[in-house]
Every structure is written in structure tokens, then in C-alpha cells.
């Protein structure tokens, strides 16, 4: 199912002329080899919604979308029969988060790719793969320049390193419970 659902956003994005991308956990499972498929998210350059929208009439309405307006982004779900996630994917358009001192609701902006990935909590979460390239990612047959990496995710992973692609202070001040999952990537990722 996973690999149908994969060709169809594939073939939506190079039909709509939009540019998707597959980010965060995903990739960085991709390139360690470990299997992550029930969770996958993608940046759009343009709505995330409205792509989601389109990729649900595609799927001829098979999940459930869900759309979150406020952050340009929605999920849809695949579930079995008795309501349990089978699998998520989120799309989200690409998009700056402002935070204010006095608030926890940032303020959204729509940007390019690159600046999407510099506000990701660490390098090993802030690289992207084309969704055209699927093929080789389904084969594990990528190659590893195939994989956008502007923060250098892919050299920290292999020297076992957790780095923030911004300023330390401004990436935890965004969101601090981004220093529990600095923890859990130490213990998972080692």
C-alpha cells in the first residue's frame, strides 16, 4: 500500500508542477537503513493543504485528511477498520515559524525550502529528498547526493553528532521541548 500511495504523490506533484519533498525522521531513517514507514512528512513549495486536498481526491478519499489552516498543513491518515493509523502523512507547506517572547503561537510565513529545513530541531532532521526520486527510495538504491542537505545532517550522523541547524538558543527558545527529544535521539540514534 505504502508503494501505491508513494507513486501516486509522485505523480501528483510532477502533474501539478509542484515541488515535494520528503523531510525529517524519513530521511534520516533512510540513510542509516532502518525502515520508518508509517510516519512520513513532505514540504510542499506552495499549500501544503491545498496539495493534501488534491492527493485526497487522487486517493479517491481512502484516508481521512485533516487540515490545520493556521500552519498551512495537513495530515492525512490511512486507518484499518477499527479506526487504528495504519499510516500518516503530513504535508506542510514550506514556511518560517516567528515565535514571540509572550506567546507559543508562532506566526507563519510562506519560504522557500532551505529556510523550512534551517527550522527543524537538528541537521539529522533538516534534510529532504525529491518525491520524483522515489523509485530509488523505495530500492534503497539512493544515492546520497540525491538527498538536499544544506546543514551537513548526513556528516553529523555518521560522526554520531545532534547539532541544531540555527542557534542553539533560538532553536530551543522556539520550542524547549526540543531538548527531551535531543535526549531521545541520543539513546535511539546513539
Known amino acids: 500500500q505504502t508503494l501505491d500511495i508513494s507513486i501516486n504523490k509522485t505523480a501528483l506533484a510532477k502533474e501539478e508542477k509542484t515541488n515535494v519533498y520528503i523531510v525529517g525522521g524519513f530521511v534520516r531513517d ?5 525502515g ?16 493534501a486536498e488534491k492527493f485526497d481526491k487522487t486517493m479517491k478519499e481512502a484516508g481521512r485528511l485533516l487540515t490545520f489552516p493556521d500552519f498551512d498543513t495537513a495530515r492525512y491518515l490511512f486507518l484499518d477498520e477499527n479506526n ?14 516567528k515565535y514571540d517572547k509572550n506567546s507559543r503561537k508562532p506566526k507563519v510565513q510562506s519560504t522557500s525550502l532551505e529556510q523550512d529545513l534551517s527550522r527543524r ?16 527510495i523505495r530500492n534503497y538504491e539512493l544515492n546520497k547526493n540525491d538527498i538536499i542537505d544544506p546543514f551537513g545532517g548526513q556528516k553529523d550522523l555518521k560522526d554520531g553528532i545532534l547539532r541544531t541547524p540555527l542557534d542553539p538558543n533560538i532553536t530551543f527558545f522556539d520550542d524547549p521541548l526540543r531538548m527531551l527529544r535531543a535526549a531521545r535521539f541520543a539513546a535511539q540514534l546513539q
Do not use: C, H, P
Open 121 to 136: 530541531d537538528f541537521t539529522v532532521n533538516a534534510m529532504a529528498l525529491d518525491v520524483r526520486n522515489y523509485e530509488q
Open 36 to 51: 520508518q514507514e508509517k510516519d512520513i512528512d513532505f514540504v510542499v513549495e506552495g499549500s501544503g493543504i491545498v496539495f
Open 30 to 34: 533512510l540513510f542509516l537503513s532502518r
Open 84 to 97: 487504528k493509523t495504519l499510516l500518516e502523512l503530513e504535508f506542510a507547506g514550506a514556511r518560517t515559524e
